[in-house]
């Protein structure tokens, strides 16, 4: 039997590049792998915690939705779903609140970075977010959990409550265990020394930008004062990130990129890195643009992804009412 994998992305605007290659990219080849029980979900609870607009909210949901399929998640091989949609994500959570140490969430170092970044917006929601993220994951019993480096703190919490339940109430959780992936990271294309953020849309790209936007903001990118196409982070941060992006699109090595584009400038490598990622995302940006025209396919996808996880959420609570003693 298939081992169970879990993992969501929160439903907070368009997908970057960087969030393509660090999340859901990674999603299909796990997917396609055909190693894993996959379940995929779109973490809209776990979005409210950050300022948002109710009207904007619905849109959010059904374009992330959109993405997962044109991207290449199926229905017919993953469980996919928006967490909203299971009661029991939200009733297991609180179940998992009165076991929880407040001392031990309190240490979580993510709590205190988002604090920073959203200082008018402490709210008790980022606190306990870790708590909502191990109802994820262990309600579906996932064996396994895509992360990168900054969510395993989350994930080593979600397995000590899983083992802490386990101990006190008689066996019922899975405990998670990681799964490391190497994510590129992707600098902003006109702040080579800050990370890529949808908060500085002109030094980001998107994988819904259009040709012609893709072109422009790659043309424009910062570089250096030099002329060699060549990878080095301290001397050419701007034509190092771009390279980062060639070889993760083209799956070709660094050294490989470096030595095609030898004596070549600063120009023909960005036109060419246009051309590549236009080609990689046309296919794409088909299926999106028809997914969007049929809200109600999408919809009906939605329906039929929620039907299937709260039939596996809801034999979970069962298990875990009863041995809670609830009736």
Request: glycine share 6%; net charge positive.
């Amino acid at each position: 039997m298939k081992p169970n994998l879990l993992s969501g992305i929160q439903p907070t605007g368009r997908l970057h590049l960087g969030n393509y290659l660090g999340a859901l990219d990674n999603f299909v080849k796990l997917q396609n792998s055909g190693r894993y029980n996959c379940f995929f979900f779109i973490a809209d609870l776990h979005s409210l915690t950050e300022d948002f607009k109710p009207k904007d909210k619905n849109q959010q949901i059904l374009n992330l939705m959109a993405d997962y399929l044109a991207a290449g998640l199926d229905p017919k091989k993953s469980t996919i779903f928006i967490q909203s949609q299971v009661s029991a994500n939200s009733e297991l959570a609180w179940i998992l609140n009165t076991i929880t140490p407040f001392g031990e969430l309190s240490r979580m170092t993510q709590f205190k970075d988002k604090s920073k970044d959203q200082a008018s917006n402490i709210n008790v929601g980022l606190f306990s977010y870790p708590i909502l993220m191990t109802a994820d994951v262990i309600l579906y019993d996932a064996h396994f959990v895509p992360v990168g480096e900054d969510q395993i703190q989350h994930l080593e919490l979600s397995r000590s409550l899983a083992r802490k339940f386990n101990k006190r109430f008689g066996k019922t959780f899975v405990e998670p265990q990681p799964l490391l992936t190497e994510v590129p990271r992707l600098m902003s294309l006109n702040n080579p020394s800050k990370k890529m953020s949808k908060s500085q849309p002109q030094g980001c790209l998107f994988i819904d930008d259009s040709p012609a936007i893709v072109k422009k903001k790659i043309m424009s990118a910062t570089t250096d004062s030099g002329k060699e196409i060549k990878y080095d982070l301290k001397k050419k941060a701007g034509i190092s990130n771009m390279i980062t992006i060639y070889a993760a699109l083209s799956e070709k090595s660094i050294k490989g990129i470096e030595k095609e584009f030898n004596g070549e400038s600063y120009a023909v490598f960005k036109k060419s890195l246009a051309k590549l990622i236009n080609k990689y995302f046309a296919d794409y940006l088909k299926k999106k643009k028809a997914l969007l025209a049929n809200p109600s396919k999408l919809k009906k996808i939605v329906n039929q992804g929620a039907k299937k996880a709260n039939k596996i959420a809801n034999s979970k609570m069962n298990k875990v009412r009863d041995h809670l003693g609830l009736l």
